[in-house]
């Protein structure tokens, strides 16, 4: 059983940083991407990154670029969300997401990230 779990949110000024971190546990034999996504309030939830295993590149969606950046520690299964330069608009529950080649993908149960002054 393979369990994600998110770190990290809390309340923050605008122009701010944080950093979330999605530590697993579990075994995914194959892993396609991992990433985080977002869901702000009143909206769909909607990918922030993703790193692409069989490229080696991350993605990011348009709004973030340049301010917000992923990285993992493959030793300590974890990977973390560096945000910078946050804005009110950045304000949502954040999720990680772990996708296997084969089957569904693992999500965290989400951490609140308010940017508000």
């Known amino acids: 059983q393979v369990q994600l779990m998110e770190s990290g949110g809390g309340l923050v000024q605008p122009g701010g940083s944080l950093n979330l971190s999605c530590t697993f546990a579990?075994?995914?034999?194959?892993?396609?991407?991992m990433g985080w996504y977002r869901q702000r309030p009143g909206n769909q939830r909607e990918l922030v990154g993703v790193?692409?295993?069989?490229?080696?590149?991350?993605k990011y969606e348009d709004s973030v670029k340049g301010r917000f950046s992923i990285s993992k520690d493959d030793a300590k299964n974890t990977m973390y969300l560096q945000m910078n330069s946050l804005k009110p608009e950045d304000t949502a529950v954040y999720s990680c997401?772990?996708?296997?080649?084969?089957?569904?993908?693992?999500w965290g149960q989400g951490t609140q990230v308010t940017v508000s002054s």
């Open positions: 790193f692409i295993i069989s490229v080696g590149r991350t």
């Open positions: 997401n772990i996708d296997p080649r084969v089957g569904p993908g693992y």
């Open positions: 579990g075994s995914v034999p194959a892993i396609s991407s």
